[in-house]
């Protein structure tokens, strides 16, 4: 079984944004996005949207990224941008 938000994991590992760096960007702690990350608590629509915004992804991507429950029906691997 895939982890929770693998779909937002593997795009902001691509983009090169680590927990820190969101946290801050969504006025949060890094522990807040290492909880919301593993499906411990649910992120805010504002904090979805914010972070396609980040990505840089049209919001009609917004289920593929946030899927119900935090899991991803396809498994799919981090690759790094260069």
């Not at 895939?2 to 944004?17: D, G, K, M, T, W």
């Not at 927990?19 to 499906?39: F, G, P, Y």
């Amino acid at each position: 079984m895939s982890r929770p938000y693998q779909a937002v994991r593997a795009e902001l590992f691509a983009n090169e944004i680590g927990q820190e760096l969101l946290a801050r960007r969504l006025r949060i702690s890094a522990h807040t996005v290492s909880r919301k990350l593993n499906a411990h608590t649910e992120w805010t629509l504002e904090e979805c949207y914010q972070i396609m915004d980040l990505l840089g992804r049209p919001y009609t991507d917004l289920p593929l990224l946030f899927p119900r429950k935090g899991r991803n029906e396809e498994g799919r691997k981090c690759v790094r941008k260069h």
